[in-house]
Nanobody
């Protein structure tokens, strides 16, 4: 089993960006590096679905809905996988999980929430 820790989630507005990070702090590189890695997403009330995958050599694969907006990458020397998410949409909302494919290990996930509304700004007019 590989211990995985995700971070980088948050609440943003549509069109903004987030960068997710997945680290394997307790795993030796000889276990982490050979395995393909993946990011999955679980939207509220739905199953966990693949978002992006990267081989040990850096070949990537994306679900159609994120192509051109998301980029998966890895740094084997740091036992880390990234997911750069640009031009976020409300339908990207969900819990994002990191997956070490060879050991079938999962992280606990990080929440991403994309709202279609701005946070609002207060306007005060005084006489």
């Amino acid at each position: 089993q590989v211990y995985l820790v995700e971070s980088g989630g948050g609440s943003v507005q549509a069109g903004e960006s987030l960068r997710l990070t997945c680290k394997a702090p307790r795993t030796i590189t000889s276990v982490f590096n050979p395995s393909p890695m993946a990011w999955y997403r679980q939207a509220p009330g739905k199953q966990r679905d693949l978002v992006a995958q990267i081989s040990n050599a850096g070949r990537t694969n994306y679900v159609d809905s994120v192509k051109g907006r998301f980029t998966i990458s890895r740094d084997n020397s740091r036992k880390t996988v990234y997911l750069q998410m640009d031009s976020l949409l409300p339908e990207d909302t969900g819990v994002y999980y990191c997956h070490h494919i060879e050991s079938m290990s999962w992280g606990r996930g990080t929440q991403v929430t994309v709202s279609s509304w701005g946070q609002g700004t207060q306007v005060t007019v005084s006489s």
